[in-house]
């Protein structure tokens, strides 16, 4: 079993940047593969971006590539998401989710991912 708690969230200006954690429990966190996704108002949940375990294989969504950078620290059980040059159409909740093994690629669709957070509220003003 894997719990999830995102923080980082909050209240930004078009232009700025916020960095959302993602803390892990669990002694396997390592082999998991980790994403965020995020939903906004009205809108299905859709992905942002995802790490492998070893964080050699990263992937992004078209919308946010450029601007987001996902990391992990393993030794922390934590993943990272640096958010820059926010834009209001940003404005969601913001999720992690975890992966357990096996797995081959990185997924992008909530259904393959096993462990959800509560998720942050990110708000960008223009």
């Known amino acids: 079993q894997v719990q999830l708690v995102e923080s980082g969230g909050g209240l930004v200006q078009a232009g700025g940047s916020l960095r959302l ?3 892990a429990s669990g002694r396997t966190f390592s082999n ?3 994403s965020w996704f ?5 809108k299905e949940r859709e992905f942002v971006a995802a790490i492998n375990w070893s964080s050699g294989n990263i992937l992004y969504a078209y919308s946010v ?11 922390k059980n934590t993943v990272y998401l640096q958010m820059n040059s926010l834009k209001p159409e940003d ?3 913001y999720y992690c989710a ?7 690629d990185l997924a992008v669709a909530t259904y ?3 462990y959800w957070g509560q998720g942050t509220q990110v ?4």
């Open 123 to 126: 708000t960008v003003s223009s």
């Open 21 to 23: 954690s993602c803390a």
């Open 112 to 114: 393959e991912y096993d």
């Open 91 to 93: 404005t969601a909740v």
């Open 65 to 75: 590539k450029g601007r987001f950078t996902i990391s992990r620290d393993n030794a």
């Open 38 to 42: 995020r939903q906004a108002p009205g």
């Open 32 to 34: 998991y593969a980790m």
């Open 98 to 104: 975890a992966k357990r093994p096996p797995y081959r």
